[in-house]
């Protein structure tokens, strides 16, 4: 099962929107929606931030928001704030002979 | 407060074992599935294994399979990993994560422990 696909940097300025895509293939971004989003500071653990394609988790801003067309999920964050720099990964179910897969991981940088 | 606790990392040699564990509390435990999440150093995250509410279903990821063995005491509220014959591509700060159901796939991993550190190595 190899990793879903993810851009490995994306920047933005501060109050500006940048999306994050995650792509797979119908056995697991595009067959189900089960994806979610993982926010994760340096030497920190992840925190869950979009679970089910595009449901917030109570405490996470609504600049976070989630979708996905065919294979590709994506994660935008609006209004970009400088804590909002970290990495990102996507994970989805998959029907392969595993059960959960991760995307390749994308580092926001806030200029 | 729910909450995750890792423990049992360390250095150990190529071929060597290991037992990882996970410590509950803030929630009934009995009622979710487990999960081993782990990240190389440097690297992304790569899922490990799951287990469900019961431990009737379990999982794990081809890299880890005939090696790692996952289970759970639920009277001690407590998520184990077993690590045999461990390799250096094994070295990774391993979490354990909560799935939201009883029963896999729940979908998504919340929240998370702070990892543990294993590190295989000569």
């Known amino acids: 099962q190899s990793a879903l696909t993810q851009p490995a940097s994306v920047s933005g300025s501060p109050g500006q929107s940048i999306t994050i895509s995650c792509t797979g293939t119908?056995?697991?971004?595009?067959?189900?929606?089960?994806v979610s989003w993982y926010q994760q500071h340096p030497g920190k653990a992840p925190k869950l931030m979009i679970y089910e394609v595009s449901n917030r988790p109570s405490g996470v801003p609504d600049r976070f928001s989630g979708s996905k067309s065919g294979n590709t999920a994506s994660l935008t964050i609006s209004g970009l704030q400088a804590e909002d720099e970290a990495d990102y990964y996507c994970?989805?179910?998959?029907?392969?002979?595993?059960?959960?897969?991760f995307g390749t991981g994308t580092k926001v940088t806030v200029l | 407060e729910v909450q995750l606790v890792e423990s049992g990392g360390g250095l150990v040699k190529p071929g060597g074992s290991l037992r990882l564990s996970c410590a509950a509390s803030g929630f009934t435990f009995s009622s979710y599935s487990m999960n081993w999440v782990r990240q190389a150093p440097g690297k992304g995250l790569e899922w490990v294994s799951s287990?469900?509410?019961?431990?009737?279903?379990?999982y794990y990821a081809d890299s880890v399979k005939g090696r790692f063995t996952i289970s759970r005491d639920n009277a001690k509220n407590s998520l184990y990993l077993q690590m045999n014959s461990l390799r250096a591509e094994d070295t990774a700060v391993y979490y354990c994560?909560?799935?939201?159901?009883?029963?896999?796939?729940?979908?998504?991993?919340?929240?998370w422990g702070q990892g543990t550190l294993v590190t295989v190595s000569s």
């Open positions: 994970s989805s179910y998959t029907s392969s002979s595993t059960l959960y897969v």
């Open positions: 287990i469900s509410s019961s431990s009737s279903y379990i």
């Open positions: 119908s056995s697991d971004v595009g067959g189900y929606n089960y």
């Open positions: 994560a909560r799935d939201p159901y009883s029963n896999l796939p729940g979908g998504w991993f919340d929240p």
